[in-house]
């Protein structure tokens, strides 16, 4: 029950594109389609950005997006906003258990 | 409207116990499984538990597995989350999360545990 690997942090501009890459095993990432994303803002709840992947809940904008290649998953958020500025966090389901990244933190320069 | 809100959080010693509840309102609470998930000061999110819809089944993280206990009693659209023989290491904001197929779509706004003497 490794922490899938995680970016400590990145940043980008306003307008600008940023992925955040989500590395683990063929036991969680790479052995199912359950990978989602995470935004936590200081001092509140996460939030739900990308499920199964590359869906994207009602709400989301479609500013944020994902995708999988064997045992890594990427979160790319473009055209950067300030309000994005915020952790994130990866987690695959890897049969009974589940396990998150070690959190990324997105600086919006 | 779903929400979930957490209690039974506080200052408790090593070696101690707690038990957390969270509170469900504006879905029908039976049909979900439901998580908890922890956030040590500073650190990261870390899955604790999972309890399915009925309460029939349940899983554990290896760092609580013989000593925490999730339950839930959905008469009272209620999650809880026994916890015994508390360490330090246990310290961390307590969130219970909604299941739906494999992600957690709602959150509660965490109650923080803190063992220390």
């Known amino acids: 029950q490794s922490a899938l690997t995680q970016p400590r942090s990145v940043s980008g501009s306003p307008g600008q594109s940023v992925t955040i890459s989500c590395t683990g095993t063929s036991s969680d990432v790479g052995g199912y389609n359950y990978v989602s994303w995470y935004q936590q803002h200081p001092g509140k709840a996460p939030k739900l950005m990308i499920y199964d992947v590359s869906k994207r809940p009602s709400g989301v904008p479609d500013r944020f997006s994902g995708s999988k290649s064997g045992n890594t998953a990427s979160l790319t958020i473009s055209g950067l906003q300030a309000e994005d500025e915020a952790d994130y966090y990866c987690?695959?389901?890897?049969?009974?258990?589940?396990?998150f990244g070690g959190g990324t933190k997105l600086t919006v320069l | 409207e779903v929400q979930l809100v957490e209690s039974g959080g506080g200052l408790v010693q090593p070696g101690g116990s707690l038990r957390l509840s969270c509170a469900a309102s504006g879905f029908t609470f039976s049909s979900y499984w439901m998580h908890w998930v922890r956030q040590a000061p500073g650190k990261g999110l870390v899955w604790v538990s999972r309890i399915n819809s009925d309460g029939s089944s349940t899983s554990y993280a290896d760092s609580v597995k013989g000593r925490f206990t999730i339950s839930r009693d959905n008469a009272k659209n209620t999650l809880y989350l026994q916890m015994n023989s508390l360490r330090a290491e246990d310290t961390a904001v307590y969130y219970c999360?909604?299941?739906?197929?494999?992600?957690?779509?709602?959150w509660g706004q965490g109650t923080l545990v803190t063992v220390s003497s």
């Open positions: 999360a909604r299941d739906i197929l494999q992600r957690f779509d709602y």
């Open positions: 987690c695959s389901y890897a049969g009974r258990n589940w396990v």
